[in-house]
């Protein structure tokens, strides 16, 4: 069973920085899509970060220029590092991937990791 665990989630300042950390761990073949999401209460999920088989991240207007996503493939974790934190960006951020379970796996299988609290507030 694939598994995805958040951590890094914290109460900071304006214009302070986080990094946010998703261990992945289970078995597949191969990622197809990796994604940041955030989500408020009472509000849809927003994607911040997606990237599609190892091409550039694509992020959302939101985030341009002041977050970034990286990948340790020997470490299995992807990354999401957040500088200049806004309190519009208060939220529960999650990590989601889509991966091909084996490699004649004709669908595509997705998970989410449980979410971590982030807070900015002066």
């Known amino acids: 069973q694939v598994r995805l665990v958040e951590s890094g989630g914290a109460l900071v300042h304006p214009g302070e920085s986080l990094r946010l950390s998703c261990v992945i761990s289970g078995d597949f073949f191969s990622i197809h899509v990796m994604d940041w999401y955030r989500q408020v209460p009472g509000k849809e999920r927003e994607v911040v970060v997606r990237?599609?088989?190892?091409?550039?991240?694509n992020y959302a207007d939101f985030v341009k220029g002041r977050f970034s996503f990286s990948l340790d493939r020997a470490k299995n974790t992807m990354w999401l590092q957040m500088h200049g934190l806004r309190p519009e960006d208060t939220a529960v951020y999650y990590c989601?991937?889509?991966?091909?379970?084996?490699?004649?796996?004709?669908?595509?299988?997705?998970?989410w990791g449980q979410g971590t609290q982030v807070t900015v507030s002066p």
């Open positions: 990237t599609i088989d190892d091409y550039t991240p």
């Open positions: 989601s991937i889509r991966v091909r379970p084996k490699p004649t796996s004709p669908a595509i299988d997705e998970y």
